[in-house]
């Protein structure tokens, strides 16, 4: 089992940053990819980020590459998502998964509750 806690999601005006926590427990961790997908309401979930726990590259999609890093605090389990120059079609709710990897939802299966990003104007 892998159990997955997201924080650090909030309100913030567009073009401004956050920084989103994904801390993952569990015995086989270390052995998974995690990546980290969002919703908007109406929306199907959607992959924004992914790498492996124990190194490896990060593979973004298109729409946050060169905006959003991953990184991870070993001594910590945690597992970050910094966020910059946020627009307004970031809003959604983001989730962290645990997995065998890739860009696909139903690759994962372990998942966090989410944290709301929300990017006004």
């Known amino acids: 089992q892998v159990q997955l806690v997201e924080s650090g999601g909030g309100l913030v005006q567009a073009g401004g940053s956050l920084r989103l926590s994904c801390a993952v427990s569990?015995?086989?961790?270390?052995?998974?990819?995690i990546g980290w997908f969002r919703q908007a309401p109406g929306k199907e979930r959607e992959f924004v980020a992914v790498?492996?726990?124990?190194?490896?590259?990060?593979y973004y999609s298109d729409f946050v590459k060169g905006r959003f890093t991953m990184s991870r605090d070993n001594a910590k389990n945690t597992m970050y998502l910094q966020m910059n120059s946020l627009k307004l079609e970031d809003t959604a709710l983001y989730y962290c998964?645990?997995?065998?990897?890739?860009?696909?939802?139903?690759?994962?299966?372990?998942w966090g509750q989410g944290t709301q990003v929300t990017v006004s104007s």
């Open positions: 569990g015995r086989t961790f270390s052995s998974y990819a």
């Open positions: 998964a645990a997995g065998p990897g890739g860009t696909r939802p139903l690759n994962y299966g372990y």
């Open positions: 790498r492996g726990w124990s190194g490896g590259s990060t």
